[in-house]
């Protein structure tokens, strides 16, 4: 079965930190990728995805996510955090074609100011 | 062009009661998911509709809760004798079309509380 795995639910950083939150899946095709934020208050919002080609994509806000297959991983990543990224973020994943996300547990990122 | 609506943004119901949630989808958009998502969970996918249609409802309880998208108006999730473990944020999302080459758009969630 589809599943994916976030491996820190709860992260804390200090401004200017960089950040990396660990997604991997579990599906045997070909996929979709995202990662979602929702900022507190907020509805979910898509940070970037990835379909094909580059498997290093750009997001908004300086976020950017590598694809590795071999390691089935969609790590998050940005350089230099802000107090404003303060969030919870969410690694989905869908088979190309398909329409049913599978949704990861969430990481909450707290940074300090 | 206004976002995924969705309303009650806050439901609280007693046990053996029944919770309506709407959500109205993006302007041009035909394809509405909904989710629940539990306490320290991730989301997890319930149900796909079209317009008039269920697509996959493989992750909606057997039992108790329905769904529908109909012609005209929002779509709803139905939860008949709401028990305690109903209790959640239910989150609906939309799309122009029902293959992942799209986005899906959230909505901001509803947050049922079952007394």
């Known amino acids: 079965a589809q599943s994916v795995s976030q491996h820190n639910h709860h992260v804390i950083l200090s401004e200017a930190a960089s950040l990396e939150l660990g997604c991997n899946y579990s599906?045997?095709?070909?996929?979709?990728l995202f990662w979602y934020v929702q900022y507190p208050g907020q509805h979910l919002q898509l940070l970037l995805k990835?379909?094909?080609?580059?498997?290093l994509v750009k997001g908004i806000k300086g976020f950017e996510a590598e694809f590795i297959k071999s390691k089935f991983s969609f790590n998050l990543r940005k350089p230099s955090v802000q107090w404003s990224d303060t969030a919870e973020y969410f690694c989905?994943?869908?088979?190309?074609?398909?329409?049913?996300?599978?949704f990861g547990a969430g990481t909450r990122l707290f940074v300090k100011a | 062009n206004a976002g995924v609506m969705q309303n009650p943004r806050h439901l609280v119901r007693r046990r053996g009661q029944e919770a309506r949630l709407r959500c109205s989808p993006m302007k041009g958009h035909s394809h509405v998911y909904w989710y629940r998502q539990l306490p320290e969970e991730g989301l997890k996918f319930m149900v796909y509709?079209?317009?008039?249609?269920?697509?996959?409802e493989s992750g909606m309880p057997k039992e108790r809760f329905s769904a529908e998208f109909p012609k005209e108006g929002p779509s709803i999730l139905r939860i008949q004798q709401v028990v305690r473990g109903d209790s959640a944020a239910y989150f609906c999302?939309?799309?122009?079309?029902?293959?992942?080459?799209?986005?899906?758009?959230f909505g901001p969630g509803t947050r049922l509380t079952v007394l």
């Open positions: 989905a994943v869908t088979n190309t074609g398909g329409f049913k996300t599978i």
């Open positions: 990835y379909f094909s080609g580059d498997p």
């Open positions: 509709l079209q317009k008039e249609n269920i697509i996959d």
């Open positions: 999302a939309s799309s122009p079309a029902g293959t992942f080459d799209n986005e899906q758009f």
């Open positions: 599906y045997g095709g070909t996929v979709n």
